[in-house]
C-alpha cells in the first residue's frame, strides 16, 4: 500500500518570506498522481497544486511551487511571499494511476504565518 | 453554483445512538467518498463509491455504513458500534479515475 508521510508537524514562517513543506511518499508505481491541500481554520479542503508524475516540469500555481523529485519519491511545496492567510493545515496526496479512486493522505502540517 | 453540501454542520447525540450524516453533490461526479479527520491523523478513508448502489470500505470502515441509492447522495451512519465517534467527517466527490477530490465543509460530530 500507498503511504504518505509529512516529517513536519507544524511550521512557521515570516510574512512576506519563502516556506517549504515537505512530503515523501512510498510507491511501487511509475504512473501517479500528487496534490497538495490546504485546510484553512474554516476546515474547508482547497486543492493547491497538482503533479503529474509523468511530467518532469514542476507545477507551478501562482505564490505556490513544488519540487517533485521522482527518483527520491519527494514532493515539496514551496510557497513565496507568504500572506497571513496561507496559515492552514497543509494535506499531501498521492493517487495511482492505475484506474484508481483512492485518494491516500499524510498527516499534515500546520502552517503559521507571523505578521 | 456546483458543489457538495454536507449537514448539518455541527451534530451533538447521545452514547448509542445512531446519526445519519448527510452528503449531496450536484457536480455529476461518478464517485463519492467519506473521510474521518482526527487531530494529527490527517484524513483516513471510511467508505468511497464508484457508482449507485456499490460502495466499497475503506481503512476504517468499522462502526459505519453508507448507502448510494443515488448519484448525487451519499449519505454516512455512525453507528453504536463505532468505538469513538467523535471527530470531524468530509465527504468528497471526484468526476472519475486518477483525480483530485472536491470536498464538501465537513460535519463536526460530537458524542456525549
Not at chain 1, 511501487?28 to 484553512?40: A, C, M, N, T, V
Not at chain 1, 496559515?87 to 496526496?93: L, N, S
Request: glycine share 6%.
Amino acid at each position: 500500500a500507498q503511504t504518505v508521510t509529512q516529517s513536519q508537524p507544524e511550521m512557521s514562517v515570516q510574512e512576506a518570506e519563502t516556506v517549504t513543506l515537505s512530503c515523501t511518499y512510498d510507491t511501487s508505481e511509475s504512473d501517479y498522481y500528487l496534490f497538495w491541500y490546504k485546510q484553512p481554520p474554516s476546515r474547508q479542503m482547497i486543492l493547491v497544486i497538482r503533479q503529474e508524475a509523468y511530467k518532469q516540469q514542476n507545477a507551478t500555481e501562482n505564490r505556490f511551487s513544488v519540487n517533485f523529485q521522482k527518483a527520491a519519491k519527494s514532493f515539496s511545496l514551496k510557497i513565496s511571499d507568504s500572506q497571513l492567510g496561507d496559515a492552514a493545515m497543509y494535506f499531501c496526496a498521492y493517487i495511482s494511476g492505475a484506474g484508481s479512486y483512492q485518494l491516500t493522505f499524510g498527516k499534515g502540517t500546520k502552517l503559521s504565518v507571523i505578521p | 453554483d456546483g458543489g457538495i453540501t454536507q449537514s448539518p454542520k455541527y451534530l451533538f447525540r447521545k452514547e448509542g445512538q445512531n446519526v445519519t450524516l448527510s452528503c449531496e453533490q450536484n457536480l455529476n461526479h461518478d464517485a463519492m467518498y467519506w473521510y474521518r479527520q482526527d487531530p494529527g491523523q490527517g484524513l483516513r478513508l471510511i467508505y468511497y463509491s464508484q457508482i449507485v448502489n456499490d460502495f466499497q470500505k475503506g481503512d476504517i470502515a468499522e462502526g459505519y455504513s453508507v448507502s448510494r441509492e443515488k448519484k448525487e447522495s451519499f449519505p454516512l451512519t455512525v453507528t453504536s458500534a463505532q468505538k469513538n465517534p467523535t471527530a470531524f467527517y468530509l465527504c468528497a466527490s471526484t468526476p472519475g479515475l486518477n483525480t483530485e477530490a472536491f470536498f464538501g465543509q465537513g460535519t463536526r460530530l460530537t458524542v456525549v
